[in-house]
């Protein structure tokens, strides 16, 4: 059985707007701040939460993340239904992004759409915030060894995270060469 290769697609933030927002500078207008001293690149993305009144809170960590070697087979895709999930890239190194964007009960029993399913590859100076419900892999590093990501993502009650495995026939190759 031979499984869908996916094409891997520099990230761009028309490319990207289905799934969320990339968070870069370039082309981005920006504030000057500080004295003079600072540029501000204002608000390149909203963290989203279900229920702030609720006490939905949002927070940052950081990710170490082992490198994921390729040709890789993507087996399954994960959604955080009730807020967004940003990956800022801490150490400058490129890394894989595989989304679809987010369904609902209507749209294909609430799974990923295969043929909406798309590969990126960042240039290192960019990070991605996935929108409430966009389907993603886990984080994708890449590179010789593992890599460090600021996350802002949603804490709170309720469950935040569904998982989606394909069946076999459904999975699909990521192979990049750098
Ligand atoms: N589980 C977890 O916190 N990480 C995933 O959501 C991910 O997208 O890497
Ligand atoms: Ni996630």
Known sequence: MTLRKLNIEPLTQEAFVPFGDVIETDQR???IINNGSTRRYHCLAQVETAYPADGD???????????TKTPF???MLERHPLGSQAFVPLLGRPFLIVVAPPTNNSINNDTPQLDLI???????KQGVNYSRG???HPVLAIGNEEDDFLVVDREGSG?????HFFQEHEQMILNYQS
């Open 118 to 124: 798309r590969a990126f590859i960042t240039n290192g």
């Open 29 to 31: 207008p920006f504030r």
């Open 159 to 163: 469950n935040n995270c569904d998982e």
């Open 57 to 67: 809170r949002a927070i940052i960590s950081i990710f170490r993340a082992q490198v």
């Open 73 to 75: 087979t993507i087996r």
């Open 134 to 136: 966009t389907w993603h």
